[in-house]
């Protein structure tokens, strides 16, 4: 699995996405504090699937982006930019092939966050992907 993080994490360097949060990309959870915008992924799902001479990994990613923008301008851009990197792209994984890299979903929702003594309404995308990896 450490592979398949650092493989996407390496895909966002000097990507339009990275360049849209200012470089802001975390695995599991920003850090206190965490300048807007920024973007969260993670492992939702894992769940191996084996053949008789093949194994697989079938596997759900989210990708959360998050804007404090009043305006949709910032979060449909970064939305632009993940699809353009991740719809459907190759990677490089070590010691794993891609054999796929499918969006799956979208839900889109305002969150209120509480930041230092205030409370700021954020505009949030969940974007999961699907991906299936064999182990090589």
Partial sequence: MKNLLTAIMTKTVNSALSSDVGGRIYLDQAPDGAEFPYIIYFIVTNVPEKTFSEDYENILIQFSLFSSSSSATEITTMYTDLKALFDECSMTITDNTLIWFRREN?????D??????????????AVDYSLIVQKT
Avoid: E, G, N, R
Wanted: aromatic share 6%; net charge negative.
């Fill in 112 to 125: 209120d966050i509480t930041v230092a003594d205030a409370t700021v309404s954020v505009k949030h995308y």
């Fill in 106 to 110: 979208l839900t889109t929702m305002i």
